[in-house]
């Protein structure tokens, strides 16, 4: 049975979430690491901290998808859809601004809504969930 089950997941569409949420874990502890130590203003430290608690959540989210796997359906892929482009709006454009590159500031409360929408689409994914998957 585990044989079956690991060759089966090993094919899944669904490690694609937890490839991703790796990598962006990854990603989060640099920007922490990055935050500690280029940030000079305490305005850009608190955005910076924001951002990087933010990602660092988001990505044991997509981990979470992953795991969650063939039982979300649809609805488990639309929350990683959200949740991968939401940290690429909502944390990038705060990483951005806060490092003195261009302000995009209207693409954050973008990214916002899209991590809020994948809890809510997780969520939802889990009441259609298949009682045998």
């Given at each position: ?27 989060a502890v640099a ?35 992953g795991l969650w ?52 689409l997780l969520g ?10």
């Open positions: 049975m585990l044989r079956r089950m690991s060759t089966t997941y090993r094919s899944s569409p669904y490690r694609l979430w937890i490839v991703v949420g790796g990598a962006a874990g990854l990603l920007a922490a690491a990055g935050a500690a130590h280029l940030a000079a203003d305490p305005a850009e430290q608190r955005a910076l901290g924001s951002a990087v608690q933010m990602h660092g959540w988001h990505a044991l989210a997509l981990v979470g998808v796997g063939v039982r979300g359906g649809w609805l488990g892929h639309a929350a990683g859809v959200a949740f991968g482009l939401g940290l690429l709006l909502f944390c990038g454009t705060i990483y951005l601004g806060a490092l003195g590159g261009p302000h995009l500031g209207p693409l954050a409360p973008v990214g916002g809504t899209l991590l809020m929408l994948g809890w809510g939802a994914s889990a009441l259609r969930a298949r009682a045998g998957a």
